[in-house]
């Protein structure tokens, strides 16, 4: 796998203002698919040190740094992080994240030219007492052609259709 931080080379990514949502980190230069773009850092909590941290934001503010790396552990970006934590969501992403060792790395999937915004499908997961406009709360503002309309997986189901009811004979 590629590496990032090649030493004395030109910066890879600069943070600025995003058509998706307030900042992002768009590349410099290219970069090529397999890439270790960035490692996600900042304070290392638990879930409930996090919801401490956040619980007066209430259920309709969606903007946290929060990364979840397993069970106990919650990376609060927003103390100590880095860029990272401006690479925005995308249903179609040119990044994935990737926990190895307990860290978290925001890797290419696929080559990245310079002036592109980098992005990866967060994947935030429904909790069973999610009020009934989490997917409002949490809408995704990516604008491709198969945007699933939400930052939550699974993806919202989608209406049945209301077909005429008859009687069967």
């Known amino acids: 796998m590629n590496r990032a931080d090649t030493g ?9 203002d995003s058509p998706l949502h307030g900042l992002g980190v768009f590349a410099v230069r290219r970069i090529p698919r397999g890439t270790r773009v960035i490692e996600y850092l ?3 909590v638990s879930h409930t040190e996090a919801d401490r ?29 880095n860029e990272a934590r401006f690479v925005n969501h995308s249903c179609e992403p040119n990044c994935e994240s990737v926990i190895e060792s307990q860290r978290v790395y925001i890797d290419a ?20 007492d999610d009020p009934p406009d989490i997917d409002a709360v949490f809408a995704c503002r990516c604008g491709l052609e198969r945007c699933r309309g939400s930052m ?16 069967r004979r």
């Open 8 to 16: 004395a080379q030109a910066p890879l990514l600069e943070v600025r």
């Open 42 to 44: 900042g304070e290392r």
């Open 53 to 81: 941290r956040y619980d007066h934001d209430g259920a309709g503010d969606n903007h946290t740094f929060l990364f979840i790396l397993d069970s106990h552990t919650v990376i609060d970006a927003g103390v100590d992080g």
């Open 109 to 128: 999937i696929r080559t990245i030219e310079p002036g592109e915004e980098l992005s990866y499908d967060y994947q935030l997961q429904r909790e069973a």
């Open 152 to 167: 939550l997986w699974p993806p919202p189901r989608a209406p049945r259709p209301q077909g005429r009811r008859g009687r």
